[in-house]
């Protein structure tokens, strides 16, 4: 085979953003827009991550009014869904925005390794049908989600929840068809309590069935959200636990368990939940869903604590991100470090030093993968937050370029006049 030294170049770029997901996408977009020649890289042959291939269909979390999450939220909305998105119309409807944006992609591309040299990243190594090629950049986006890039680049990675480095359970979202409006319920979250009129309540049912060893020990709800398609629900309950993505066979460990816990899930509704004897599954992920996996340490490190109290930052990239501290239960049921709800943050800033690694240069954070603690990054993972994430390093790796200067010594107030000319609220 083969492999780095001695590979083909195959051309080269101002911007290359690494993973096609919500981040991959906002990035690519936004440095196309500001004059950037862009090629956006994803290892599947569908954009939009966990999106699309996730079957995550609920886009949570809220930022400032202005940003690009506005429009992707604009343009994934469909008519017939009363919340989230349809992930069959996603996928066309994104990469006809990459078309229409002038960003360059390559479907089926994983990239293999980071091109280093002289402590930057110069390019990346990518896997095509004509063997591994080199492609050039002058600034490299990690939207990976799991900082796939800048961990091949040598920068720090933080893995799992102090003390015993545990990850948020992995998840195969689902969708079901054939529910009885008339007789069945919505049950969104830990919070919404449900009672048949028999005198039954939903989540004690789902508890108990867990107990007995009807669901699986460790599904003790079954989440489910409402569509807007008459009959359909999105099912959020299998969770694998202890396992983690950076682990060899462990994915594979989890989508056998995970495929199995579906069809115990499915036989619990069909004989236990009224409204629930005719469901089928309509769609399902098509992989695994990975809630947390590497977090890559920057010029600063995001704790709860500031997202608790609403801080605010004087390089703030992201303004009045929001979402409560979800952290999913590493070793059990339901959600962990919770009085009953998960706990709320108060709106607050993500900070451009999150997107900054140490260590290398030419290389922007993005998504998932920035440097935030365990508690943290459960919160800023969703998407509406993931997306303006993207807007924010796209931004930082054009602003480098139009500046020419390192990623490390980006000047905020450049950033800032660029994300407030394109319609971000900061202040
Ligand atoms: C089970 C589950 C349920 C969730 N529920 C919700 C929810 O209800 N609401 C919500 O808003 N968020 C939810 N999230 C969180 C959210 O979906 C993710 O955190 C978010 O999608 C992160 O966006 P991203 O762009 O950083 O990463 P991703 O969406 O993971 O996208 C990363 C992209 O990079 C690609 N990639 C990875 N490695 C490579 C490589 N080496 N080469 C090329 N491409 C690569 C991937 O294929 C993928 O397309 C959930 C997540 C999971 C797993």
């Not at 196309?32 to 996730?54: A, D, F, N």
Request: proline content about 3%; some cysteine; glycine content about 10%.
């Amino acid at each position: 085979m083969k492999y780095c030294k001695d590979v083909p170049l195959h051309s080269s770029w101002d911007v290359i953003v690494c993973g096609a997901g919500p981040s991959g996408i906002a990035a690519a977009v936004t440095a196309s827009r500001l004059g950037m020649k862009v090629m956006l890289l994803e290892r599947y042959g569908v954009v939009g991550g966990c999106l699309t291939l996730g079957n995550v269909t609920t886009v949570m979390g809220a930022v400032a009014p202005g940003s690009i999450r506005d429009e992707l939220a604009a343009l994934l909305s469909s008519p017939d869904t009363e919340t989230g998105i349809d992930s069959e119309a996603a996928k066309g409807l994104l990469v006809n925005l990459l078309a229409k944006e002038k960003v360059e992609f390559r479907l089926q591309t994983p990239v293999v390794d980071a091109w280093m040299e002289e402590g930057a990243i110069r390019g990346v190594y990518v896997l095509t049908q004509n063997g591994i090629m080199g492609m050039e950049a002058r600034r490299v986006v990690d939207a990976t989600g799991d900082g796939y890039v800048a961990a091949m680049a040598g920068c720090d990675v933080m893995v799992g929840r102090d003390g015993d480095g545990l990850v948020q359970p992995s998840s195969l979202m689902y969708t079901i068809e054939g529910m009885d409006e008339n007789s069945t319920l919505v049950c969104r979250h830990e919070e919404d309590y449900t009672t048949f009129p028999d005198g039954r309540e939903y989540l004690a049912m789902c508890e108990k069935a867990a107990a007995e060893g009807r669901l699986p020990a460790n599904v003790t709800i079954v989440r489910l959200y409402r569509t807007g398609r008459k009959g359909e629900r999105l099912v959020n309950a299998t969770q694998m636990n202890g396992v983690n993505l950076l682990t060899d066979g462990d994915a594979e460990k989890s989508e056998i368990d995970l495929r199995n816990q579906m069809e115990m899930v499915n036989r619990f509704l069909r004989e236990e939940v009224p409204g629930c004897s005719n469901i089928r599954v309509r769609v399902s992920a098509s992989t695994l869903g990975v809630r947390e996996s590497r977090r890559i340490r920057g010029r600063y490190v995001l704790e709860a604590e500031d997202l608790l109290c609403g801080r605010r930052f004087e390089d703030a990239v992201v303004h009045r991100a929001n979402f409560s501290i979800d952290i999913h239960n590493p070793t059990g049921g339901g959600q962990s470090e919770t009085d009953g709800l998960p706990h709320q943050a108060q709106p607050y800033d993500i900070p451009m030093r999150c997107l900054q690694p140490l260590k290398v240069e030419n290389l922007v954070l993005s998504g998932r993968c920035i440097s935030g603690s365990h508690r943290a990054h459960a919160s800023y993972r969703v998407m509406n937050i993931a997306m303006a994430i993207g807007q924010a390093s796209g931004t930082m790796a054009a602003v480098s370029i139009l500046k020419n200067c390192r990623i490390s010594e980006l000047q905020y107030a450049d950033v800032r006049a660029s994300l407030e000319k394109q319609g971000c609220n900061l202040t």
